[in-house]
């Protein structure tokens, strides 16, 4: 622009502001041709003066950028700056970004889930950090702060990395894979978050007997084949340190057993493993296993088996996942906390539909609102877990008092898809595990915690 400028101002002086038309009536042709000969070579020197000028103006760019990739110069600048001294902070390569939900409960009684029938809660804040350090090492961890942090009213409260793993993609079928590992043993417990899933609790399998979110300390491969042009084959297998601790192996359930192992207590490996199927888009058919000792000599093992499933087609949606585990002569010494508190085997499933909808008029009414990223989705699920299959369980009744059934209706709305609200209403059948001796004429009594909750969840 600055350049026709000039060339217009030049062009009105030399032509004397004159029109065309007219001077060409003049007896001053010859006149005119010097003057727009000048004006040519006027034209040229200011092109090249532009060029040159550009020319500079990029080199002092560049050399500005250089001088930004080394701020520092270590030895020089003092050791108070010498924490900017990381090769990150000239060339960014994370990501940061993460997800939280706030949760509230109003329950007729509490139950195995839920041990306040009303409360107010932010349930999770989960800050994600995602690294390319080059087109073939990646790094990504995320750090949960849990019920508030350890600090929070009335305890419960925890901070810890949920995974943090280095990647090195060697090629699409084998990638290697080493960190704290979520560990893949069914489907919910790698896509756990909450802004992912439709119902504000957990399913019942997933939490007491897949301990989600769980996770270890280990290494292995992971990878994709295609043994056809519609079908994919996925599988991840790992070694990692086994269970927490042989303490928390109990007829509560795993939960307590899942949890980060910074040390082995025995010299044993657990290996675990996860290979899913889809034949066509839409469908996917999964199995997965984990087998580790729990004991401190590793001469009791405990084994978990898991299938999961998804079916999509069109606005409808079913998913499910069922696992059972087996543990190795439980006594007293190693999985129990008292002689009424061991198993020797657990099982449960889930089973949930989903219908994803937008009524057209609501987009009309409220356009800001709802938009063609928005979605309601109305939701039902059964859980079916009994963490007490042999019937080992202790009791002055007798019979199994570790059985719990949860039918929950949910609608949902997203104004995106990382933006959830969640209304959920929970029918709650139990025989009563908090307190194992109440009776009633003989007989185990059951606990209904039924009730209504409600949630918010986003990732940002």
């Known amino acids: 622009m600055r350049r026709l400028a000039l060339i217009g101002a030049l062009s009105v002086c030399l032509l ?142 925890e901070i810890k990395i949920e995974f943090a793993t280095i990647d090195y993609l060697i090629t699409e079928p084998l990638n290697f894979r080493a960190g704290i590992l979520l560990t893949p043993v069914g489907k919910f417990n790698l896509l756990h978050d909450s802004p992912l899933n439709d119902l504000t609790d957990r399913p019942l399998v997933s939490r007491l007997i897949i301990p989600s979110t769980w996770f270890q300390p280990g290494m292995g491969f992971y990878g994709t084949l295609y043994p056809s042009k519609l079908s994919k084959l996925d599988y991840e297998i790992y070694v990692t340190n086994g269970f927490a601790k042989s303490a928390a192996v109990t007829d509560a359930g795993l939960r307590g057993a899942g949890g980060f192992t910074k040390t082995d207590n025995n010299n044993n490996k657990g290996v675990l493993g996860r290979v899913a199927f889809s034949p066509i888009l839409g469908i996917e058919v999964a199995g997965s296993f984990n087998h580790a000792a729990y004991t401190p000599n590793a001469d009791k093992y405990i084994n978990m088996y898991a299938v999961d499933w998804t079916l999509q087609r069109g606005p409808f949606e079913v998913i499910g996942e069922a696992a059972w585990a087996r543990i190795d002569n439980p006594s007293p010494s190693f999985g129990a906390v008292a002689a009424t508190g061991f198993t020797n085997g657990m099982a449960g499933y889930y089973v949930q539909g989903n219908y994803h909808f937008l009524p057209d008029f609501l987009k009309t009414w409220a356009p800001k609102h709802f938009t063609d990223a928005s979605t309601f989705t109305a939701v039902i699920r059964w859980d079916n877990i009994d963490t007490d299959t042999d019937n080992r369980t202790l009791t002055a009744t007798g019979g199994n008092t570790r059985e719990l059934q949860r039918l929950t209706l949910g609608l949902n709305f997203r104004p995106i898809e990382d933006t959830v609200f969640k209304f959920d209403y929970q029918f709650n059948s139990q025989l009563n595990t908090n307190n194992v001796s109440t009776s009633v004429a003989g007989e185990s009594v059951r606990i209904n915690g039924n009730g209504f909750l409600f949630s918010v969840a986003t990732y940002f």
């Open 16 to 157: 004397g502001g004159a029109p065309l038309a007219a001077m060409a009536d003049e007896k001053t042709e010859k006149a005119l041709e010097e003057r727009i000969k000048k004006l040519e070579k006027m034209v040229e020197v200011l092109t090249k003066h532009e060029a040159t000028e550009a020319k500079e103006e990029g080199k002092e760019k560049e050399k500005a950028a250089k001088a930004g990739e080394k701020p520092l110069s270590v030895g020089t600048t003092g050791s108070g700056k010498l924490i900017y001294a990381k090769p990150f902070v000239s060339t960014p390569k994370a990501t940061v970004g993460g997800y939280m939900d706030f949760e509230t409960n109003f329950l007729t009684d509490q139950n195995l889930t839920r041990s306040r029938p009303t409360n107010f809660e932010v349930a999770r804040f989960v800050p994600f950090i995602y690294g390319d350090i080059t087109d073939r090492i990646k790094v990504a961890a995320e750090i949960e702060i849990e019920h508030g942090g350890p600090d929070n009213v009335g305890g419960g409260g």
